[in-house]
Structures are given as structure tokens and as C-alpha cells.
């Protein structure tokens, strides 16, 4: 069995996150909505920054860092209980190793410990593979935004799925 841990980024991990976070737009542009040439123009330290104060995870096969993904807090007093998954990716060799899982369950239990009661996200609707993990993961689709994305004249319907942190 592969030795998978999930923890909070920091500062620290900006570096292997952006080689991740580039990795993953590179092989899967069509999946996120920012673009590999976004990703790219944001300095490292603005990066360091970010994953010093925010919610973003990686889940490491020893000490390799081989997935990412984010957890964003709505802030809305009527909407504290909610919390985005953003920008989820795990390397294409660790797929089918249980580090996507690893992963989704360490953000789902740090959502948790921040009193979130309720996961969303969006997904391609032709992003079968996707859905189907985020299907067995115990997300559910809620709705669909026709749409939703426009990418060289072409458009995206995305799906809107949900989970229960109990």
C-alpha cells in the first residue's frame, strides 16, 4: 500500500504547488478555469502568500507532493456553512492510488473542523471521469449551469455537486 498523508499547505510548499498546479492545467486545460498562461504569470510569492493564509491541501506519497486541491469558505453569515472545493488535481501516476480520496477526505474533515456542513463544486459536464469519482466520493449533482464556461467559441455546461459533512 502507498504511504498517502494529506496536510494544509503553507508558504513553504509554493514551489512544488506550482509545478503541480502547472502540471495539472497543462494536462487537463479544459478542466479548471484558469488558464496554463494565468497560472503561470503569478509570482511565487504571491503564491507562498496565498497558501499561507488560506485553505489549500496536498497529499503527499512519502514526501513527494502528488495533488492539490482547495477548500474556499463562503463568508456570508447566512452562508458560513458552505465551503467551495477548488482547484482539485492529482498527478495522472497517482490516480487510482487512493490519493484522490486521501485527499478529498482530509479537506472534507479540515471543512468540518471549520463548522462547514455542506461541500459544493462545479464540474464539466463531459468530465465523466471526474464526475464519477466526485459520484463515488458521496457528492451528488444539485443542478447544471448551461454555459457555464467559453473556451475558443465553444461552450460548457457545468454540473453542480454537492456533499454532506456530517
Do not use: C
Amino acid at each position: 500500500m502507498t504511504d498517502l498523508s494529506v496536510r494544509r499547505l503553507t508558504g513553504a510548499d509554493a514551489a512544488a504547488w506550482r509545478a503541480l498546479r502547472l502540471e495539472g492545467l497543462s494536462t487537463y486545460p479544459e478542466a479548471f478555469l484558469t488558464t496554463y498562461d494565468e497560472a503561470a504569470a503569478v509570482p511565487l510569492d504571491t503564491i507562498a502568500e496565498r497558501l499561507d493564509i488560506g485553505h489549500s491541501f496536498g497529499v503527499f506519497r512519502a514526501a513527494t507532493l502528488v495533488g492539490i486541491g482547495s477548500l474556499i469558505p463562503l463568508t456570508k453569515a447566512q452562508t458560513k456553512h458552505r465551503a467551495e472545493l477548488g482547484a482539485f488535481f492529482v498527478q495522472p501516476d497517482a490516480q487510482g492510488s487512493g490519493a484522490a480520496r486521501a485527499l478529498i477526505d482530509g479537506i472534507s474533515d479540515a471543512a468540518r473542523d471549520l463548522g462547514i456542513r455542506q461541500l459544493e463544486l462545479f464540474v464539466a459536464a463531459s468530465n465523466g471521469r471526474a464526475i464519477a469519482f466526485y459520484t463515488r466520493a458521496g457528492f451528488q449533482e444539485v443542478g447544471q449551469i448551461p454555459n457555464a464556461t467559453l473556451s475558443d467559441g465553444h461552450a460548457e455546461t457545468d454540473l453542480i455537486m454537492i456533499r454532506a459533512i456530517t
